[in-house]
């Protein structure tokens, strides 16, 4: 008898002590516990990075707290741990709604000609571009008579997938087409700066003055362009014919970085892109190293992106754009050259987002672009002993 009440007494020992054993295990385990965010919607923003405890906003310590990042809309599955009121370790999941709330840019004038009879397309008048969508729909509102003479005030309505909904009003007039085809419009005339006159103007302890050039300039006398107090050059070295085409070598880029290195002018060469994705960006990024790796390249390697006009034969979203080139200037870095981003003030300040430096072009006497840059193309009008015709001038801060 005595003998079955031990091992009785045994067993129940065994079982207290596994279960609490089981107990302990099972309470250290990550059990899923969603009660801290029952009941709640979270939402992000596309393309925006956001802390996951700004996003959640509950008073439980978050323990794997990390920025989260999403590059499409639509739900998106989130584990994470936390630490309960009785400070144990537990898990849980949500739904994150990513959303696009912004509305289209859409650049254009508020007035345009158009002659009678001709039936146009109005929506090519303008730029319009997306945060995320490569496409929108574009729909012109109110009616006009193209068989009447007069002006037509018009909408211009854009609508993203997201429904985000941009509008701009716009005149039309209507005018009668001329008997003849010729075009009486005289060019304006060009108006030429002496760089020497730049250089006394802008040329300080931190700045430099240079020039960029292509196969616009032709012929280059670099050894005048020393003596005219050349500090730098930004050299083409190459360009890609269109949206999806080749690349190209620029005609003179060998005889101008190789004159550049021989009278000790400062060299950096700058590409003209359409790249439309990624594999097309590195692609032109190999294309540059390819060509500069034998050179002295003291100053940056840019990237050139600025065929606005054609932009929606691409199908990119401004995301894209500034994602193509922050991909050919990361590559690019990667070899230890300088880099940076060139643009001109308007798409600066409503397309670009990059954080490398920035080749500003404005073309003004005094820029009021209120962002940081490191280079200022000021003028395409310059004139320097040493190239027939004009040249962009630019000033380097140091």
């Given at each position: 008898?005595?003998?079955?009440?031990?091992?009785?007494?045994?067993?129940?020992?065994?079982?207290?002590?596994?279960?609490?054993?089981?107990?302990?295990?099972?309470?250290?385990?990550?059990?899923?516990?969603?009660?801290?965010?029952?009941?709640?919607?979270?939402?992000?923003?596309?393309?925006?990075?956001?802390?996951?405890?700004?996003?959640?906003?509950?008073?439980?310590?978050?323990?794997?707290?990390?920025?989260?990042?999403?590059?499409?809309?639509?739900?998106?599955?989130?584990?994470?741990?936390?630490?309960?009121?009785?400070?144990?370790?537990?898990?849980?999941?949500?739904?994150?709604?990513?959303?696009?709330?912004?509305?289209?840019?859409?650049?254009?004038?508020?007035?345009?000609?158009?002659?009678?009879?001709?039936?146009?397309?109005?929506?090519?008048?303008?730029?319009?571009?997306?945060?995320?969508?490569?496409?929108?729909?574009?729909?012109?509102?109110?009616d006009i008579d193209i068989e009447k003479i007069g002006k037509y005030k018009l909408t211009l309505k854009v609508t993203d997938s997201s429904n985000n909904v941009t509008t701009k009003d716009f005149t039309v007039e209507i005018i009668e087409k001329p008997k003849d085809n010729k075009d009486t419009t005289?060019?304006?005339?060009?108006?030429?700066?002496?760089?020497?006159?730049?250089?006394?103007?802008?040329?300080?302890?931190?700045?430099?003055?240079?020039?960029?050039?292509?196969?616009?300039?032709?012929?280059?006398?670099?050894?005048?362009?020393?003596?005219?107090?050349?500090?730098?050059?930004?050299?083409?070295?190459?360009?890609?014919?269109?949206?999806?085409?080749?690349?190209?070598?620029?005609?003179?880029?060998?005889?101008?970085?190789?004159?550049?290195?021989?009278?000790?002018?400062?060299?950096g060469v700058y590409f003209y892109s359409y790249a439309s994705n990624l594999k097309e960006a590195k692609e032109q990024a190999e294309f540059v190293k390819k060509h500069i790796k034998n050179y002295k390249i003291d100053m940056p390697v840019a990237f050139d992106f600025e065929d606005w006009k054609n932009?929606?034969?691409?199908?990119?979203?401004?995301?894209?754009?500034?994602?193509?080139?922050?991909?050919?200037?990361?590559?690019?870095?990667?070899?230890?050259?300088?880099?940076?981003?060139?643009?001109?003030?308007?798409?600066?300040?409503?397309?670009?987002?990059?954080?490398?430096?920035?080749?500003?072009?404005?073309?003004?006497?005094?820029?009021?672009?209120?962002?940081?840059?490191?280079?200022?193309?000021?003028?395409?009008?310059?004139?320097?002993?040493?190239?027939?015709?004009?040249?962009?001038?630019?000033?380097?801060?140091?």
């Amino acid at each position: 008898m005595k003998k079955i009440v031990v091992i009785v007494s045994v067993v129940i020992g065994l079982i207290v002590v596994l279960s609490l054993s089981a107990y302990l295990v099972i309470d250290n385990m990550l059990l899923l516990d969603n009660s801290i965010v029952k009941d709640k919607n979270f939402v992000i923003d596309v393309h925006k990075k956001e802390k996951l405890s700004n996003v959640l906003k509950v008073k439980e310590k978050i323990l794997d707290d990390r920025e989260l990042f999403y590059e499409e809309i639509g739900d998106k599955k989130v584990s994470f741990v936390y630490l309960n009121k009785n400070n144990k370790k537990r898990r849980a999941e949500i739904k994150i709604n990513v959303v696009d709330k912004v509305k289209p840019l859409v650049f254009g004038a508020n007035y345009f000609k158009s002659y009678q009879g001709v039936k146009k397309d109005f929506t090519k008048n303008f730029l319009v571009l997306d945060n995320y969508d490569r496409e929108v729909k574009k729909e012109i509102l109110n009616d006009i008579d193209i068989e009447k003479i007069g002006k037509y005030k018009l909408t211009l309505k854009v609508t993203d997938s997201s429904n985000n909904v941009t509008t701009k009003d716009f005149t039309v007039e209507i005018i009668e087409k001329p008997k003849d085809n010729k075009d009486t419009t005289k060019p304006a005339k060009r108006v030429g700066i002496k760089y020497e006159d730049i250089y006394a103007e802008h040329k300080n302890d931190k700045t430099k003055i240079g020039i960029d050039i292509s196969k616009w300039q032709g012929n280059v006398d670099f050894e005048k362009l020393k003596k005219a107090n050349v500090e730098f050059v930004m050299i083409r070295l190459g360009y890609q014919t269109g949206f999806g085409k080749e690349l190209i070598l620029d005609k003179y880029y060998e005889q101008n970085i190789k004159l550049a290195n021989k009278y000790g002018i400062k060299a950096g060469v700058y590409f003209y892109s359409y790249a439309s994705n990624l594999k097309e960006a590195k692609e032109q990024a190999e294309f540059v190293k390819k060509h500069i790796k034998n050179y002295k390249i003291d100053m940056p390697v840019a990237f050139d992106f600025e065929d606005w006009k054609n932009i929606g034969l691409a199908k990119l979203s401004i995301y894209d754009i500034n994602k193509n080139a922050k991909t050919f200037l990361n590559e690019i870095k990667k070899d230890g050259y300088k880099v940076m981003n060139y643009g001109s003030k308007h798409y600066l300040e409503n397309i670009w987002d990059i954080d490398y430096p920035t080749w500003l072009a404005h073309y003004t006497k005094k820029t009021n672009y209120s962002k940081e840059y490191k280079m200022w193309q000021l003028t395409e009008n310059g004139l320097i002993s040493g190239i027939q015709g004009f040249v962009d001038v630019n000033v380097l801060y140091e």
